[in-house]
Structure formats: structure tokens, C-alpha cells
């Protein structure tokens, strides 16, 4: 566990309601999204265990940055590994189907900053060496290397037929999951699950289909939360009810993309279903740091 700090380009009134018991980013939340109700996942972000203080007198924040290991695999056997249990394809969908999966909520204690605040800090692979020094962190180290994939995966062109965007903070996640959908009028779902072992789970009876338009958002390995958020021009989005080996029960959030022509041949995907490019719609479930935005 280590602390950083790092210049809070905000204004004082800004930093002096972090301490507030509502958030501003909470607040903002209300304001464009009255009828949705906050996700846990979202609102454990919005809590300050990642931001230690604010000092109203330097313009500096003090950021809790833990770094958990298990974040770390590189390679793409362990990309492959990590992910294997997520796909499946559509026609898998019924109930008695049997998968293998961990879709387990990660440790990661990182936390929204204030839009402002994230707004000042650069967020680009040719300011990786200042996003270091910032945060007092050695090019060589894990660290580093996290942070590099993460900028890297962030600037990667989008596929055809699809947009996407990492937000660093709630007002930017709202604002690009809202204007894709084209309505503030959303659901925003999760894993209906507060906790969960890596084991077999059967598909149970009751299984909807939810939409036909999504935005994904993907929790991003970062010293505070960024998300990585795509939405495709055609999925389908489906509430699975799942029943585990050791009796658990709990509704888990799955996507298909209908057209993957245009993914790369070499995606984990088709590895996992052994299927090319195109060929069949893809599924995954969401991890239960994840979240789906749908229209209502």
C-alpha cells in the first residue's frame, strides 16, 4: 500500500465538498440520471477510501494506491486464462447449460476522482514519464507497466462498427454511455451478486433478453477509476439467472455481438470457442465489476 500525491487542479469549493456526505459526482448522478438508481458498484467508487485528502492550502491530493497483484498476468496465455471462462456463444443460452466461470468482484480500491480533478491529470502514453513522476513510480516497475497497458488499451483504434471511450470520471461516464444510448433514459446493470466462487454454474430458468442497444463499461486497472466504455451497432443484451455447484444462485449480466467480422482473427474469443471471425454471434458475461447501460 502506497500514498502519492499529486496537484488537484480544482477549485477550493470543489475540494472542500469531498468531505461531504453527498458527493459531487453523487449529486451529478441525480441530476442527469433522476429515475436510474446508482449502482453499488458505482457508489463503492464514489466513496474517498482511494483519496486520503485534500489540502486546500497546497492544491495537493493525497491518493491511496494499491496495486493488487492479481492485475498483473501478462502474455497472452494469461490473457487467455483470465478470460476462457467469459465467452460462449448464443446458442448456449438455455437452461441446464453448464459453464465454468469466475466473475468474482476484484480488490481494486481505486475511486472516482472529482471530474476536475481528473480532468488536469494527463491521461496519454506521450505523458506516460509525467504520469510516473507524478505518482513517484520507476518506469521498471509493475506499477509502471500497469499503468502503460492500460493507456495503451485506452488509445487503441475502435473496431468498425464500434465507439468507445475510457472515462475517468462518473460525469464523463454518464456523458458518454447517455449520448450513445441517445436518452438519460437508462437502467445501468450489474452482476446481481456480492460475492462468488470460481466453480461450475448451470443456466436456470427465467432467462430474458433485455436490449438490442448497450454501452459496455470494463473497470480498468488504474490508480483511480477509469472505465473502459464501447458500445457496438449490434448486440443483444441478456439477464441470466445462474445456479453454482455448491447451490449458490444469483443473475449475471451477459452481451452478444452479433457481427464480429471486424474483431481481430486472433481475439481470446475465438481461441476459447474455436469459432472465426463472423462467423456466429459472440457472447460474454460481464465481470461483477462491470457494468451494462442499456435504454429503458
Known amino acids: 500500500m502506497e500514498f502519492r500525491s499529486l496537484p488537484c487542479l480544482a477549485f ?3 475540494m472542500l465538498v469531498i468531505s461531504h456526505a ?18 453499488k458498484v458505482i457508489r463503492d ?59 468474482a468482484i476484484t480488490t481494486n480500491e481505486a475511486v472516482f476522482l472529482p471530474h476536475q480533478v481528473a480532468e488536469s491529470i494527463p491521461f496519454s502514453s506521450n ?18 507497466q500497469v499503468i502503460k497497458k492500460a493507456l495503451e488499451e485506452c488509445e487503441e483504434p475502435a473496431m468498425e462498427g464500434e465507439a468507445k471511450y475510457c472515462a475517468k470520471s462518473l460525469e464523463s461516464l454518464i456523458e458518454f454511455s447517455t449520448s450513445k444510448l ?54 443483444r443484451t441478456y439477464m441470466i439467472p445462474l445456479v453454482g455447484a455448491d447451490g449458490s444462485k444469483f443473475k449475471a449480466v451477459a452481451t452478444c455481438h452479433i457481427d464480429t467480422s471486424a474483431w481481430h482473427p486472433k481475439h481470446v474469443a475465438f481461441k476459447v470457442l474455436n469459432v472465426k471471425p463472423g462467423t456466429v454471434p459472440v457472447c460474454h458475461f460481464i465481470h461483477s465489476n462491470d457494468m451494462v447501460w442499456i435504454p429503458k
Open 12 to 14: 477550493l469549493s470543489v
Open 22 to 39: 453527498s458527493l459531487p459526482s453523487e449529486d451529478h448522478w441525480k441530476l442527469f440520471l433522476p429515475h436510474t438508481p446508482m449502482p
Open 45 to 103: 467508487l464514489l466513496q474517498p477510501k482511494g483519496l486520503r485528502s485534500v489540502d486546500a492550502s497546497t492544491s495537493y491530493c493525497t491518493i491511496q494506491i494499491i496495486f493488487n497483484k492479481a492485475f498483473q498476468s501478462t502474455g497472452e496465455d494469461a490473457h487467455y486464462d483470465s478470460n476462457r471462462g467469459s465467452f460462449f456463444l448464443e446458442t448456449d443460452l438455455h437452461p441446464g447449460k453448464k459453464m465454468k466461470l469466475n466473475l
Open 127 to 144: 505523458k506516460l514519464s509525467e504520469i510516473l513522476s507524478r505518482f513517484s513510480l520507476n518506469e521498471k516497475s509493475a506499477e509502471a
Open 182 to 235: 441517445g436518452s438519460r433514459n437508462v437502467n445501468v446493470l450489474t452482476n446481481d451478486v456480492e460475492t462468488m466462487t470460481s466453480q461450475e454454474y448451470e443456466i436456470g430458468v427465467g432467462m430474458k433478453k433485455i436490449a438490442n442497444k448497450s454501452v459496455v463499461c470494463h473497470e480498468v486497472y488504474y490508480p483511480y477509476a477509469v472505465f473502459y466504455c464501447h458500445a457496438f451497432a449490434k448486440t
